[in-house]
Structures are given as structure tokens and as C-alpha cells.
């Protein structure tokens, strides 16, 4: 049985990971901040502190840590941004490099947010990032894994996309507002929005453990662009409630949310392409199967 240690399991992609990989038969043990319990061990990236006695068991590290972007962005919350992925995967690192280990494979979040406003340009893995705050916290964040690699260890960088899931994540946010009727398109609504159903993730970590030639960077976005307009309307269509509202204009929205606005304004027309170059299959390749299954 092969081990799997996962920084920042407690959350909602690492906790649906868990139960993906135990059930594809992986042992796994879950690092968080928090004091330990039944469920998950301590560590704390920022104070260096770390369990080391996983370093000679494991076989395979994924690292998820990050603090929720879902919140008032100041500039003490943008260093926490930065500080909890740069910080901790930089930490994973020199824990890596200066100590005895059984670690075969390392694989790191990042970020779709790493292309930044794109128009309607198609973008893979090969295209160069974008320069707003999410984006240049992204490269750095990825600077870092590049770095485990560097080291020898097969190393796999996975560009998140906004995750379809009934567990968290901005569905949570945006489904209540939908489900009054009075979600509005934001900007122009033109912008392209990258998504992924939150089983076709976890199929995508665990493809990249098994896959023993993959030491990569990923776009983990489905393969079907939806426009945001497109997106609220098919949400609002399996709502079953109207979507009519004018849209609320970029200027505004930058206004309100400064930085964070490129979350919302950018357009990613991103494609899955190396993944679907090594013959991945994503189980929710249409916007509709996704959104029906994880609103049923
Ligand atoms: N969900 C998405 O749509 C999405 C999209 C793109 C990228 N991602 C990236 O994927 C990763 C996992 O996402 P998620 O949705 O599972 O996030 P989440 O639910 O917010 O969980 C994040 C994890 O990071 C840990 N964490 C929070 N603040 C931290 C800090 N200041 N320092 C160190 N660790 C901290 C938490 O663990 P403890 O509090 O237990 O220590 C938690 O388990 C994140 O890095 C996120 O940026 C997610």
C-alpha cells in the first residue's frame, strides 16, 4: 500500500481527495495546522514545524495549503495569501532537500488564475502568465515546486480551476444568490470562466500519482469554455429560476474589490491540453452533467 502525505488536507478539495485515494486503496495521512486528532497530524509551515518521522514513510507528498481566497483581500490578508502557498511549499522544500526521505512523487496547487486576463485567446500549459497579484503569487508559488523538482523528485504542478463541489468553494457562494433569482453577470459577462467538477480533480491528483512518466505542469480545467453568462445561465436553468438581471459593471466591481476582481473580470480560455494529450478521460466534460450532479 502506497502512502500519500497531504499538506492542507483539511480543506475542501484535500478532504474529498482523501476519501478518492483511500478508496483507490492509498494510505493517507493528513498535515494540518490545527492540533492533531484521529483525523489529520500537526504542522505549521510558517514556524517550521513538521512531523519528520512521515519523511522516511511516505511515498508521495501533495501539497494543498492555502488560506481561503474567499475573503476582504487587505494587504495583511495578500501576505497571508502569498505567505501560506509560497511559504510552505519553500518549507516543503528545504525539508526535502536537507533530510533523508522515501518521497518518489511531490505534487503542488496552483492556480488557472495564473493566466491572467486573456481575452479570447485559447491558452495552454505553454502560455506565458499574466501580471496582476493572483497571477505573480502563482509563479512564485510554482518557482518553489520547480525547485523540488530540481531535486530529483518527480514533480507535478496542478493549475487548479474554481471547483464544482457540494462541499464548498464558490458554488456555495453564488448558488444561494441564484437560488433567490438575482444573480447578475458581472462585467460583461463575455469574460471566459474555467471550471471542474471536483471528482475529475481528484481523478486528475490520483492519474499523476500512478503515472509514473508524469513530472509536469497541468491545467485542471474542463475541456468545454463556458462564458460567465453561459455559466449563471445554465445554473440558473437547473435552479430552475430566472436570470434576467443587467449585469454589474467591471468598473463597479473593481471598485469594490480591487485585486480580487481579476477573480471574477479575467478571461481564461484555458484547455486541459497535456492531460488530454496523455489520454485522461474527465468524467464531467459538460458544464450541464457537472452542475446536475453536484446540485442533485
Ligand atoms: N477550490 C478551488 O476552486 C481552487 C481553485 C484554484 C486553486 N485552489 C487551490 O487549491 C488548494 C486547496 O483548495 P481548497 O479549496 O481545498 O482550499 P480550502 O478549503 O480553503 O483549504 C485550504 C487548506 O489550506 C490550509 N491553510 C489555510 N490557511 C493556511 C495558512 N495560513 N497556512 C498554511 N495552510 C493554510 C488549511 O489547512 P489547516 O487550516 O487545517 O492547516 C486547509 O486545509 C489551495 O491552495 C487553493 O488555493 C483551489
Not at 10 to 16: R, S
Not at 137 to 164: F, H, K, M, Q, Y
Not at 223 to 250: G, M, T, W
Request: glycine share 6%.
Amino acid at each position: 500500500m502506497e502512502t500519500v502525505l497531504i499538506c492542507g488536507g483539511t480543506g475542501m478539495i484535500g478532504q474529498a481527495l482523501r476519501a478518492y485515494l483511500r478508496n483507490k486503496g492509498f494510505k493517507v495521512i493528513i498535515l494540518s495546522r490545527n492540533k492533531s486528532n484521529e483525523f489529520h497530524d500537526k504542522w505549521n509551515p510558517i514556524e517550521s514545524q513538521f512531523p519528520k518521522k512521515y519523511l522516511n514513510t511516505v511515498d508521495h507528498i501533495i501539497n494543498l495549503s492555502g488560506e481561503n481566497i474567499n475573503q476582504r483581500w487587505t494587504a495583511e490578508t495578500k501576505k497571508r495569501l502569498y505567505s501560506s502557498r509560497v511559504d510552505s511549499t519553500s518549507f516543503l522544500f528545504s525539508l526535502l532537500a536537507h533530510n533523508e526521505h522515501t518521497v518518489r512523487s511531490f505534487i503542488n496547487a496552483s492556480g488557472i488564475s495564473i493566466y491572467g486576463d486573456r481575452g479570447d485567446l485559447i491558452i495552454n500549459e505553454k502560455d506565458s502568465p499574466g501580471v496582476d497579484f493572483l497571477a505573480k503569487l502563482c509563479v512564485d508559488w510554482e518557482r518553489e515546486a520547480e525547485n523540488i523538482r530540481a531535486l530529483g523528485i518527480r514533480t507535478n504542478i496542478v493549475r487548479i480551476s474554481p471547483t464544482l463541489s457540494d462541499q464548498g468553494g464558490f458554488l456555495k457562494i453564488i448558488q444561494p444568490i441564484a437560488k433567490m433569482g438575482v444573480l447578475n453577470p458581472l462585467g460583461s459577462g463575455k469574460q471566459f470562466f474555467p471550471w471542474i467538477h471536483i471528482d475529475d480533480l481528484c481523478a486528475i491528483f490520483h492519474f499523476l500519482l500512478v503515472n509514473s512518466e508524469a513530472n509536469d505542469v497541468w491545467n485542471a480545467c474542463s475541456p468545454e469554455n463556458v462564458r460567465q453568462d453561459e455559466f449563471n445561465n445554465s445554473l440558473c436553468k437547473i435552479l430552475h429560476k430566472p436570470y434576467f438581471l443587467p449585469a454589474i459593471p467591471s468598473t463597479l466591481i473593481e471598485v469594490l474589490f480591487g485585486d480580487r476582481s481579476h477573480l471574477f473580470l479575467d478571461s481564461i480560455c484555458s484547455k486541459p491540453e497535456n492531460l488530454l494529450e496523455k489520454g485522461f478521460l474527465f468524467k464531467f466534460a459538460s458544464l450541464d452533467s457537472a452542475l446536475k450532479n453536484v446540485l442533485d
